[in-house]
């Protein structure tokens, strides 16, 4: 017997399972209602950092799929937090949308009391986390410039994303682009590809959109079967088509 072989056996013996490889419990996924996404990830993961890449500023999904997955965690008769960084938030869309809004905490960022919008809702953020109770938490940093998120340290997202491993709670980032890079269990990527408007033709103001069609790209996803970078499609539909 070699001594590799030798020493391996005095440890097992002392402490059985010590050299088996670790294997990851698989985590619990909240479906999203975008039969696309669910199929190719299974959807949100609990117990990690996800987070959705949109261009700021213009239609792309991001709306659409944050009241797609608050609607279905809280039929599930669980609670939603929403840190809404740039006070965006329309509760009569999400109503429209099947959220539960009895069950949903909505804390909107102002700037208030010499803080800024995006250290106020970091800070809102880590509260709401460190207390729990929360199925799903979001925090929609999408109207947040570029410039200043990028300037939030890789420590942070670090930091989040340990915190949340403990914890049954899928934790949701929307921003303008990938930030907490490896951090991230779940990295995706929205983008309008062609609006849909419906009204007269010849009236100008008399047009109102009625749909998106998006793109949606699966950027990483760290879970026992990843899944290969790969995009695909959805149509989101206005609530007051």
Known sequence: MSSIAIIRSRIESRLPGALSPYIAPEPEMIATGIQILDRRT??????????????????????????SVMARVTSREE???????????????AEAAGVDMSRLLWVRCKGNRGMRPLEQA?????????NGGFGLMAVDLGNIEE?????????????????????????????????????????????????CWQGLERVFHAHFLSGVECEIEIGQAR?????????????ATSVWA
């Open 223 to 235: 879970l026992r079967k990843p899944v290969q970078s790969a995009g695909d499609r959805f149509t």
């Open 42 to 67: 299974g959807g949100i993961p609990k117990s990690g950092l996800t987070q959705v890449c949109a261009p700021a500023g213009v239609s792309s999904g991001r709306t659409t799929l944050l009241l």
């Open 79 to 93: 609670f939603c937090a929403l840190v809404d960084a740039s006070d965006s938030f329309d509760p009569a869309s």
């Open 122 to 130: 970091f800070r809102a953020a880590d509260i709401i986390i460190q």
């Open 147 to 195: 410039r200043l998120v990028r300037k939030v340290p890789l420590s942070t997202w670090f930091r989040f994303a340990r915190v949340v491993e403990k914890m049954p709670t899928a934790l949701v980032f929307f921003l303008s682009h990938s930030a907490a890079q490896s951090c991230a269990a779940l990295t995706l990527h929205v983008a309008a590809r062609q609006t």
